[in-house]
RNA sequence: GGCCCCAUCGUCUAGUGGCUAGGACGCAUGGUUCUCAUCCAUGUAACAGGGGUUCGACUCCCCUUGGGGCUACCA
């Protein structure tokens, strides 16, 4: 098995531009780039564009985009030409077009002029007599000078490999080991459409080497494909590739993650409030253990303990409730400037009032604790800049009453008044606060809790104190008259 | 159906012939606490089944079962 050197690390993420990043094709991406990062390698972006009806417009943007909100940053791509461009396939035709015209010459591929309706026949054939759907390989023994001449006069037809019938072929794959297949089981693939555009088995050969990868990092899925793709590279006469095909990300039912799932898109988790860092940390751990017990983790920490060998064979189940964990524990890791900035554009979509003036980085600090995703920062402190409406019931405490309450409103009332300005901070008003409790040998919540309602119009909110301070003196004295009515 | 991959708590996983099978999420309980959280502690829960190999199997081999992928002129 050939050793992975420093230098010569060049891998590639290629996604076809069907609509918007998948989870899934995400964590094929960051593997790649890990990888690539670890190794001081390339990490190339190459869109697979070759299959036309599929293509979704704007599906190059989204990837582009959900790339870099997760950092990772392509050497080399579209928009970002390196010696090997163009990187989008349909700019390459001429490229294929000669290799598969190669191919024919050298006896690994051939002509096959055989129609869909033939081919949907003998399907159905196949099926009837269940038997395993097999091209039966009618245009195989065509006479090479008179399949050429149909070519010529213009008859349409596609180029198929030219697969042995029999014998194995020996995939190695550095996270499963050797994989063997028979010819039997394997079909002519197509390998050019009649359209003129080369199928993934073949482009993705061609450029694969052309791009000079080194190592193929990819999904599981493809690990079917790959006899073929090796057959390929020995009808050139190309070195191989290393393969790596990593486990399948499954949907909470078990199966291949999809639409149905929920969220799939990376850019939907983005706008749900996802840290990016959480996202990497999650699906890292979807399909590569370190080894230790660390379970978070900042980019840099993961290209260095990253390696292919601790990455698992079986495909793990998406699980939100992890991933909420891990953006908790990565939200709480944020400074107050970085988290008020992550958290600016949730308070902008939801028309937060005056924001340019709000103390966001205050604001967002009395949630931090309690966010499971940057979105919910807006409804948690809320009640700053909109003090609801609430039952002055809920002012007073548990075994209290409201003769009591009044009286500890109007306590808080004359301390607070009593604070300067300068002085309206969390830890001083703390201290006021627990000093008077002290010196009154009254309960704590008896005096804390008709503040907090008071504050906060709610029964569940932040530090009393930090409420305070964000509040300021004068709406904080606003509130807690607005109280004291309610309880005369 | 055929081919291929996989198999430890519900989930993500550690384990590489001898362990009370470890950690994390979740859940439960308790502590901290004016609330909700955070944080801390404790508990809960697993080697799919059957054969081998071996003094000894979660670990190695085979079969069964189960799950997944592929089976297109899609990637």
Redesign the pocket.
């Known amino acids: 098995m050939p050793k992975t050197t420093t230098e010569n690390v060049r891998v590639r993420f ?3 531009p ?1 609509g918007f990043l998948h989870i899934g094709g995400l964590r094929t991406a960051l593997f790649n780039w890990l990888f690539a990062k670890k190794h001081k390698g390339t990490f190339i972006l190459r869109i ?1 564009d ?2 036309q ?2 293509y979704v417009e704007k599906s190059v943007e989204a990837i582009t985009e959900s790339l870099a909100w997760c950092g990772l940053h392509y050497d080399e791509g579209p928009g970002k030409e390196g010696d090997c461009g163009p990187y989008i396939q349909s700019q390459r035709l001429e490229i294929y077009r000669k290799y598969a015209k190669e191919l024919v010459q050298n006896d690994k591929a051939y002509y ?1 002029f ?3 309706e033939r ?1 949907s026949e003998l ?1 159905a054939q196949q099926a009837a007599q ?6 039966d390989q009618h245009c195989r023994s065509l006479d090479s000078v008179e399949a050429e001449k149909r070519v010529q006069a213009g008859e ?3 180029i198929r490999m030219k697969l042995p019938n029999e014998g194995t072929i020996v995939v190695d794959d550095l996270v ?2 050797q ?4 010819y039997r ?1 394997l ?1 002519d ?2 390998i050019m ?3 003129g ?5 073949l ?2 050969v061609i450029d694969d080497h052309l791009m000079r990868i080194s190592h193929v990092i990819r999904a ?6 790959t006899p073929k793709h090796v057959f390929l590279y020995q009808a050139f006469g190309w070195e191989l590739p290393q393969f790596a ?1 990593l ?2 990300i ?1 949907s909470p ?4 993650l999809s639409k149905r799932d929920g969220a799939v898109s990376t850019l939907e988790y983005r706008d749900m409030g996802y840290l990016p860092e959480a996202i990497v940390n999650f699906i890292a ?5 370190p ?1 230790t ?1 660390q ?1 978070i983790f900042t980019m840099s920490e993961l290209i260095e303990q990253f390696s292919l060998d ?1 990455t ?6 998406f ?1 939100l ?2 991933l ?2 891990i953006n ?2 990565q939200i ?1 890791l944020l400074d107050a400037t970085e988290l008020a900035r992550r958290c600016r554009p949730y308070f902008e979509k939801s028309n937060w009032p005056s924001l340019e003036k709000a103390p966001l980085e205050k604001i967002v600090r009395l949630a931090q ?3 499971v995703t940057l979105a919910e920062a807006v409804p948690l402190t809320k009640f700053i800049v909109e003090l609801g409406d609430y039952d002055p019931a809920i002012l007073i ?1 548990k075994k209290s009453n409201q003769a009591d309450t009044l009286k500890n409103l109007l306590l808080a009332k004359e301390m607070y008044a009593g604070a300067g300005e300068d002085n309206f901070v969390a830890s001083e008003l ?1 201290e006021l606060c627990i000093n008077k409790i002290k010196a009154l040998a009254i ?3 008896d005096l ?2 008709p ?2 309602v008071a504050l906060s119009g ?8 930090e409420i305070s301070e964000v509040l300021g003196k004068q709406e904080s004295l606003r509130r807690l008259d607005l109280a004291i009515r309610k309880m005369e």
């Open positions: 290629a996604p076809s069907t697979e070759t299959d009806q599929r096959c055989c129609t869909t081919l399907k269940k038997l395993a759907p097999r091209y349409p037809h596609v499963r080991g994989v063997e297949f028979s089981y079909d693939a197509v459409k009649t359209d555009f080369p199928t993934y088995q482009a993705n599981e899925e493809w690990l079917p494909s095909h486990p399948l499954l039912q078990g199966g291949k751990l979807l399909g590569w253990n080894k017990e379970e601790k698992n064979k079986s495909g793990g189940i699980n409730d992890k909420n964990f908790g524990r709480r604790d309690r966010m405490p703390k309960k704590t919540g804390l809790w503040i907090r709610l029964k569940a909110s932040p530090d009393v104190f």
